[in-house]
């Protein structure tokens, strides 16, 4: 009787060969993921206290921390299932009776294409669509989380920095004067939210500004509280017992040196500083100003697949040849999951009694050194366009492909036969 390869496809062996590997590549993905998560939470931990996260953020943070390295985990992954299922279904005869039924390595070869393909379309998917994305919401994460804290008030003795200026809060006893600045240092920036101060004390902002080469402007309050943002962006900043001292700089930032004025008249020599006094003041302010928060597709990292492959063509040479880089990168990962099943099934082919115990590692290391000559590869090339960027890849691992399918040919006798104690 013939079997066709529809029926094969829908029999029980198909079907606990794609299960088996299925379920074993999940868990070596989760093993992998909770090893680089372990090692990558302090830095998260870190990152995500200094913009005042709270603990769901933190957790939301580091599952998206997870996708930075599914694509390669995926490729080990789907190298250890295929290469334990198959050299389980050998050890048990299973292969030698497939063939002895009329069925040859035409039906297993469609079954390791399959989970070739699969592991690259899943590859793709998770490198080029969920990471980007993911990407995004930790820095949404984080930005929510540091607008959401200065709406409830900074805390006492923090330095808070922003694009333009920096602040500072200093708590105070009430009725005392607000610390002094010492010459040259770098006055900052704080608000209390609108928070009620402690019984007998009082917060007290310093705001420094460069508004010019040599200016500077101070601004100190004893309360500021921000209202928004609003569907626009918008927010307001509500400042009591507000002060303004704009003055020229004795030591500007950035090493700077002061212009002094030869041939000034004298009434400009020594200009006064402005001060002003308010008792209570608002100002319209965008979010941007306080955090600037960049459009997704304006970061290469953040970019998807579809994005890179139809990006307008007005970029810089620099940025256009990143962006090609970073596609590289993706579909190299891709092409590794796709090779994986290959070198799986040749390490069976090259496992006996004596190969029994470095099989596989030498397996993974194989792969993972096709994966560090494309990464080598897409470093030298410098390509603005997507052909100059994926042939080069796409020849690199069309030529690992051949040599390991002719080993595999070559060694096709050894896949069948069983080498081992039955298991």
């Not at 297993?108 to 592991?119: E, Q, S």
């Not at 610390?179 to 209390?192: C, L, Q």
């Not at 002061?258 to 979010?287: E, Y």
Request: hydrophobic share 50%.
């Amino acid at each position: 009787m013939t079997v066709t390869l529809a029926n094969f496809l829908r029999g029980d062996f198909a079907r606990g060969f794609l299960g088996r590997v299925a379920s074993q590549a999940l868990a070596v993905i989760i093993l992998i993921e909770a090893i680089f998560l372990a090692e990558h939470f302090t830095w998260v931990f870190r990152d995500a206290v200094r913009h005042e996260a709270d603990l769901s953020g933190i957790a939301l943070i580091l599952a998206c921390t997870s996708t930075e390295i599914f694509d390669l985990a995926l490729a080990v992954a789907i190298l250890m299932a295929a290469y334990m299922t198959l050299l389980r279904m050998r050890e048990n005869r299973e292969i030698l009776v497939l063939f002895a039924s009329g069925l040859g390595p035409y039906q297993l070869g469609v079954l390791v294409l399959m989970v070739a393909l699969a592991g690259q379309v899943i590859s793709t998917i998770g490198s080029g669509v969920a990471d980007p994305m993911s990407r995004y919401a930790q820095r949404s994460i984080l930005f929510s989380s540091e607008l959401r804290s200065l709406k409830k008030g900074v805390a006492k003795n923090e330095f808070y920095y922003f694009p333009s200026y920096v602040a500072y809060a200093m708590e105070r006893v009430e009725g005392g004067a607000p610390p002094p600045t010492a010459p040259g240092e770098v006055p900052v920036i704080d608000a209390s939210g609108g928070k009620p101060a402690a019984a007998g004390k009082d917060r007290t902002l310093f705001v420094y500004q460069q508004t010019g080469p040599n200016t500077s402007r101070v601004v100190t309050a004893a309360q500021a509280r921000l209202d928004g943002p609003d569907r626009n962006g918008r927010i307001v900043l509500n400042l009591s017992d507000f002060t303004s001292h704009t003055f020229a700089d004795a030591h500007p930032l950035g090493g700077e040196r002061p212009v002094k004025c030869i041939n000034c008249p004298d009434t400009l020599k020594d200009t006064p500083p402005i001060s002003m006094k308010v008792r209570d003041m608002s100002q319209l302010m965008m979010v941007d100003q306080l955090l600037p928060f960049t459009a997704r597709n304006s970061n290469t990292v953040e970019q998807t697949l579809f994005e890179q492959l139809f990006v307008p063509d007005d970029r810089t040479p620099e940025a256009r040849a990143a962006q090609m880089r970073l596609l590289a990168e993706r579909f190299s990962r891709s092409l590794l999951a796709f090779l994986a099943p290959l070198v799986a099934l040749l390490g069976v082919a090259l496992t006996n009694r004596l190969t029994n115990w470095f099989a596989l590692p030498l397996s993974c290391l194989g792969l993972m050194t096709v994966n560090l000559l494309c990464e080598s590869l897409i470093t030298n090339v410098a390509a603005t366009s997507v052909a100059g960027a994926l042939l080069p890849v796409l020849l690199l691992y069309g030529g690992f492909a051949g040599a390991i399918f002719t080993l595999i040919v070559w060694r096709h006798a050894e896949f069948v036969r069983p080498q081992l104690a039955r298991s």
